[in-house]
Nanobody, 115 residues
Framework: QVQLVESGGGVVETGGSLRLSCAAR????????VSWYRQAPGKEREFVAR???????DYADSAKGRFSISRDNAKNMAYLQMNSLKSEDTAVYYC?????????WGQGTQVTVSS
């Protein structure tokens, strides 16, 4: 089994920055795609960013130009750098990976952007 643990969330003012981390334990993480999703109160979970095992990246329109996804396979870590934060970015952020036909999700980390 693979376990993912997010960290780095907190409260930040509008226009500020946060870097979220996703720590993984388990085999094959380094060659798996990693995605970040978020879920705001009363909203459905939505895609934010994705990075493959070889570094190809994709972003939701809401994240382009402000967020950057990265990974350090030697450390079994993935990151989401968030800049120019807006109140609408307030949500619980989750990391996800897909290995051998199964999805794995972390427990989430809360990001709150003050208005």
């Amino acid at each position: 089994q693979v376990q993912l643990v997010e960290s780095g969330g907190g409260v930040v003012e509008t226009g500020g920055s946060l870097r979220l981390s996703c720590a993984a334990r388990g085999r094959l993480f380094s060659v798996s795609p990693v995605s970040w999703y978020r879920q705001a109160p009363g909203k459905e979970r939505e895609f934010v960013a994705r990075i493959t095992g070889v570094g190809a990246k994709d972003y939701a329109d809401s994240a382009k130009g402000r967020f950057s996804i990265s990974r350090d396979n030697a450390k079994n870590m993935a990151y989401l750098q968030m800049n120019s934060l807006k109140s609408e970015d307030t949500a619980v952020y989750y990391c996800r990976t897909y290995i051998v036909g199964r999805e794995y999700w972390g427990q989430g980390t809360q990001v709150t952007v003050s208005s």
